[in-house]
């Protein structure tokens, strides 16, 4: 079996591949030098915890051990903190992330091979299954694009993915307004010293501040300045050195009609991506993996793994593909939005994915101190049953028993 990309999908399926049979012959070919990634770190929730637990105990021990917890969610307007949105959840490092799984592939005998750009697939011909796990751009997709019916959105906004050594204790929205306009990011710390810092605004206020004209270092400085209530001085970091143009991109939205051809699978960014702001990507390229994984064990051969997975994954995609774009599209209009008052916009923008009353009412009592701790009790609890269902000893997200 081969994987075209070492990214969390070409990565995990490799480990679960090596664990349903040691015997099986499984290589990963990445395009980057071992080490070298792009991004910071990623959010994820106690679901995808409870399936790596379930899937490989020993990546996910060294996954939970290694991610940040980051408690509440905060609105801040203009510089200032407006509105509590609570809830909780895990955030890591992407080179971290990336770095566990290589170890763990490697030490279960996956061949994991760096600096190899795949062109074309003549080099893997006796492969049993190659999957095509090469990233939203993937170039084996492409290459069988008519028959993957591939269907690619752009989005409108223009976002840039940031490091920033300010470290968000909650997960922060910030929105600025600037004379031309609406800027914001989403904010989260994922190790002690670093934070993730997407910045996200319209074209045409990116193109009326000049940022289509700028470098790398100019874009970061003018960013810190207009985030500086929220950054309070720390500085913004990218992954270019100064070099080059500042990456500044527009979202992707994927979508195929055909998960499979012959013996190639699609897998995770080349199969589906789902817009950020719902933070679930990596998830699902790992779920990808799981599911994948799963049918070959499950099926006679490898045709019919291939067909039941192209069958329960996209299905299963539907319904957070629908919640990711109605995300996408609540992001493009922030505008439209943010000049209500503070409690109602943070509700607009806690319901993007869909509304509820409940929710509402939530937000609003949650706005008083005393029961903002009462619901940090009460994940804690969540949290902790959650822990002892996986049962797992005691790791760095662990805690102590609630009460
Ligand atoms: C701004 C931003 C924020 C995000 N935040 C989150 C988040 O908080 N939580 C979350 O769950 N997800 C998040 N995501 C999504 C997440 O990063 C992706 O969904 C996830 O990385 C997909 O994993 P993958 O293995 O499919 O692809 P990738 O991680 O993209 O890995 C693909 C790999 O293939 C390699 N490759 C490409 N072409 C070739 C080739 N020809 N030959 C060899 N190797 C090749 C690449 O170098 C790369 O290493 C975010 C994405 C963005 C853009």
Redesign the pocket.
């Known amino acids: 079996m081969v994987c075209?990309?070492?990214?969390?999908?070409?990565?995990y399926f490799s480990i679960l591949a090596k664990l349903s049979n040691p015997k099986h012959d499984v290589t990963v070919?990445?395009?980057?030098p071992a080490g070298v990634?792009y991004?910071w770190?990623?959010?994820?929730w106690d679901d995808l915890l409870d399936d790596l637990f379930q899937n490989d105990p020993v990546s996910a021990q060294r996954i939970a051990q290694a991610a940040a917890r980051w408690d509440t969610q905060e609105v801040h307007l203009r510089g200032r903190y407006a509105t509590h949105i609570g809830g909780y959840g895990f955030?890591l490092g992407?080179d971290r992330l990336l770095d566990i799984l290589i170890r763990r592939a490697k030490g279960l005998g996956v061949d994991v091979r760096f600096e190899?750009?795949?062109?074309d697939l003549s080099a893997f011909m006796d492969a049993d299954l190659v999957v095509a796990?090469?990233?939203?751009?993937?170039?084996?997709r492409q290459r069988h694009a008519h028959h993957f019916q591939t269907h690619v959105e752009e989005g409108r906004n223009k976002?840039i993915?940031l490091g920033t050594n300010k470290v968000f204790d909650a997960f922060t929205f910030a929105f600025e307004e600037t004379s031309a306009g609406w800027l914001w990011f989403h904010g989260y710390r994922f190790n002690s010293e670093t934070s993730?810092c997407?910045v996200e605004c319209q074209e045409a206020t990116w193109k009326a501040l000049g940022f289509d004209a700028m470098g790398p270092d100019e874009t970061l400085r003018k960013l810190e300045g207009i985030f500086q209530g929220r950054l309070q001085g720390k500085s913004l970091f990218n992954q270019l050195k100064g070099m080059g143009r500042a990456p500044w991109?527009n979202?992707k939205r994927i979508t195929n009609e055909r998960w499979y051809h012959d013996n190639l699978a699609l897998?995770?960014?080349?199969a589906h991506?789902?817009h950020?702001s719902i933070?679930?990507?990596?998830?699902?390229?790992m779920q990808d993996a799981i599911g994948l994984a799963r049918q070959l064990r499950a099926q006679p051969d490898v045709p019919t793994a291939l067909e039941a997975y192209d069958e329960e994954r996209r299905a299963s995609l539907l319904a957070i593909q629908l919640a990711a774009r109605s995300s996408s599209e609540w992001f493009e209009n922030v505008p439209s939005y943010v000049d209500q008052d503070a409690t109602r916009f943070a509700y607009s923008l806690l319901n993007r994915r869909g509304s509820s009353v409940w929710s509402y009412l939530l937000l609003m009592a949650s706005q008083q101190p005393s029961l903002q701790g009462m619901l940090r009790t009460l994940h804690h609890s969540k949290q902790w049953v959650r822990e002892q269902r996986r049962g797992r000893g005691a790791v760095a997200l662990s805690l102590p028993p609630p009460g």
């Open positions: 075209v990309g070492g990214g969390p999908a070409g990565l070919v990445e395009r980057n990634t991004g770190g990623v959010v994820f955030a992407r190899h750009d795949v062109t796990c090469d990233g939203v751009n993937s170039r084996l976002y993915w993730t997407i991109l979202f897998m995770g960014d080349a991506t789902t950020f933070g679930s990507g990596t998830k699902l390229a």
